[in-house]
């Protein structure tokens, strides 16, 4: 993967992680239940984009090496 595309998807990782964790403090601590589930659905929304930066750095870097 090309050095943007790596650190962008660092960056979503890590986005992805804070997320998780913030919604599982919350679950935790017997915060509010809507306040979880819109962590968790952002999470979900965080890990595709995630996959799909990892995805498009991989064709990136393969029609680069191919060329």
């Known amino acids: ?7 962008l998807a660092l960056i979503a990782m890590a986005a992805v992680a804070a997320v998780l964790l913030v919604g599982l403090r919350n679950t935790m601590r017997g915060g509010s239940g809507n306040f979880s589930n819109k962590m ?25 090496s191919a060329g």
């Not at 993967?1 to 650190?7: A, E, K, Q, R």
């Not at 968790?40 to 680069?64: C, D, K, N, P």
Request: hydrophobic share 70%; proline share 0%; net charge positive.
């Open 40 to 64: 968790m659905q952002l999470r979900v929304l965080l890990q595709f984009v995630a996959v799909v930066i990892i995805v498009i750095g991989i064709m990136v870097a393969r029609s680069g």
């Open 1 to 7: 993967m090309s050095g943007g595309f790596f650190f």
